[in-house]
């Protein structure tokens, strides 16, 4: 188990170009989460899939940001024609738990993150 | 009102002495309760979960939650240099999967 990977690790940018964040879970997780955190900030949610379904989306994310999980294994986040204010680091994580299950789950396994900077 | 309060800090403690951290979230269904450290740099990373009310207790950590006062706590007994990080509490709200960070607070052990 090499844990949640993240690529690319850093990426520096241009306002107005596209940019797409890959994640790998951990191969055994079912659900997948997106966090973007600003220095100082708390990671904020962005959106979360359990298996290929995106389930919850944050009202926060704006028609720029897509997010994808084809066949419930690795994710995609792609971000449309950047502003400087999406300069952030964005975290995935993943974790194990079943439908209903509304104690246990939800330990979250971090990447180490993809930071953007738009220049 | 934020979802998840914490005190962003820093807060100060010698080496040796008890850190207590706190956390208020908006949220009265919430079920699942976490504590992450987060180096300067890193990525969070799981301490603690609790999700009954009362102690929970692992090695130099205890979680104490309180869910009539909605209010979580992190104590750090005879706390080292090492533990200085700033420490997110995080709550999974009732009927949600989505799991939802405080701004965290900067512990600063001084040795």
């Known amino acids: 188990d090499t844990g949640v990977s993240q690529d690319p690790r850093h990426k520096i940018t241009k306002r107005g170009q596209n940019v797409t964040f890959r994640c790998d879970p951990i191969?055994?997780?079912?659900?997948l989460y997106w966090y973007r955190q600003t220095l100082g900030q708390g990671p904020e949610f962005l959106t979360y899939?359990?298996?290929?379904?995106?389930?919850?989306k944050s009202r926060l994310l704006s028609d720029r940001f897509s997010a994808e999980r084809p066949k419930g294994s690795f994710s995609t986040l792609e971000i449309q024609r950047t502003e400087q204010g999406d300069s952030a680091m964005y975290l995935c994580?993943?974790?194990?738990?079943?439908?209903?299950?509304?104690?246990?789950?939800?330990?979250?396994?971090f990447g180490a993150g993809s930071r953007l900077t738009v220049l | 009102q934020k979802e998840v309060e914490q005190n962003s800090g820093p807060l100060s403690v010698p080496e040796g002495a008890i850190a207590s951290l706190n956390c208020t979230y908006s949220?009265?269904?919430?079920?699942?309760f976490f504590w992450y450290r987060q180096y300067s740099g890193k990525s969070p990373e799981l301490i603690m979960s609790?999700?009954?009310?009362g102690d929970k207790e692992d090695g130099r950590f205890t979680a104490q939650l309180n869910k009539a006062s909605q209010y979580v706590s992190l104590l750090i007994r005879d706390s080292q240099p090492s533990d200085s990080a700033t420490y997110l509490c995080?709550?999974?709200?009732?009927?949600?999967?989505?799991?939802?960070f405080g701004t965290g607070t900067k512990l600063q052990v001084i040795p």
């Open positions: 994580a993943s974790s194990l738990g079943a439908s209903g299950d509304l104690t246990g789950a939800n330990v979250l396994t």
């Open positions: 191969s055994e997780h079912n659900r």
């Open positions: 899939f359990q298996n290929e379904a995106q389930l919850e």
């Open positions: 949220d009265r269904g919430s079920q699942s």
């Open positions: 609790i999700y009954s009310n």
């Open positions: 995080a709550v999974r709200g009732r009927g949600y999967q989505k799991v939802t």
